[in-house]
């Protein structure tokens, strides 16, 4: 019975943490854009630790007749069969920010009894080399924090242990391990793990000794830490569709130019003032048409354009030039975001920027600042596809 309180006390300990730091989980919507975290190389996200504290041995028989170090109960039975010392060193790998993998070497000292009544206390070292595969709950269960100050981390580990005088047998067992970050390197760990192996590594008769060990450490973690992003788009193969759309009108486009180009130096070599005014007026199309529209898409959380984006924005451009030589006409610039990728505050903020942006490009291509109207939008959830995507819409005015 005392050793289940004891048990059950243990795991109430660790578990306080966990129910304290309950957090939201992510959003699980079908249709909200996906992020995973991978890491940057094999290298980064290790952990090398170091700590030390009790240990406890338990043989599971009561020892009524077999001599340890414990002190005997009422009923003449042992609680335990001995306290002592554990120090342990160990390097992790954390392969994602939920799954780690670690070695470690443990060093135990347990003083009992010799089975044989004399009473004479010696001194029981054993050690456990093992693997251990954690799980990272906290992050689990609240998403991905870089700023979170506490991990809960239960694991299990499997290994061997050994024992001077003893042959090498198999071990293994489960543990909680409880992380503290006092900066981006280096952490407290509070470690409570259970062992069990045969109880001939520790000097006992027979069965199964568990070893239960309290451990008190500090651990570094090594740069480069954190994760990168991996953004899955489900709006990618509409958008892909419409960037296919947009390259053949960019090559029409092209061969408008190329056409009306000719048709200019053909305009140049005329000679009648109103062969030239005919052929002004049934050839070259001037003035801008209320269908030129343009669309730039931005990256999530970015007012930058990518060089892609920016050739289409030049192309843009071009076709102002052309068609508004005079820059007598006006334009409607709206930015947007998506209210799905972040906060009220933030997506303000970046649409306004992305609108910003297209506004100077205008601005620095002759375009009078008061002939331009900045205009920004937050698109709520669940609205059209393309509607999510983060983009800017440039079109003239009537």
Known sequence: MKKCIFALCALVVCALPVVAQQEAAMDE??????????????????????????????????????????????????????????????????????????????????????????????????????????????????????????????????????????????????????????????????????????????????????????LVGVSYRFKEQGWKKKIYNPYGPEVRRLNDENDNLRTMLDQALSENQTLADDLKKAQDEKTLTEVVTKEVFRGIPDTLEMTVYYAINSSKLSAYEQAHLNTYIRMINFNDPNREHRYCVIGTADQGTGTLEVNQRVSLERANAIKQALMDNGIREELIDVQTRIVPDGEASMARASHVIVYPLQ
Request: charged fraction near 15%.
């Open 29 to 214: 919507n079908p249709d909200s854009i996906k992020v995973s975290y991978v890491p940057r190389s094999f290298w980064d996200n290790w952990e090398l630790s170091v700590s030390g504290g009790i240990s406890v041995l338990f043989n599971g028989m009561g020892h009524q007749k077999e001599t340890t170090s414990a002190p005997e109960t009422a009923t003449g039975h042992k609680m335990y069969d001995a306290i002592g010392g554990v120090g342990e060193i160990a390097a992790t790998k954390w392969f994602n920010p939920y799954i780690a993998g670690r070695i470690g070497w443990t060093t135990g000292y347990l003083p009992y009894a010799e089975a044989d009544n004399s009473q004479s206390k010696i001194a029981k070292w054993h050690n456990y080399a093992h693997i251990d595969m954690l799980w990272d709950w906290t992050t689990q269960f609240g998403g991905y924090k870089p700023g979170r100050i506490y991990d809960a981390v239960p694991y299990v580990h499997v290994g061997v242990v050994g024992n001077p005088g003893y042959n090498v047998m198999m071990g293994g067992g489960a543990g909680f391990l409880s992380q503290f970050h006092l900066n981006d390197s280096w952490l407290i760990n509070l470690d409570l793990r259970a062992t069990a192996t045969t109880a001939r590594k520790f000097g006992l008769p027979s069965g199964i000794a568990i070893d239960v060990n309290a």
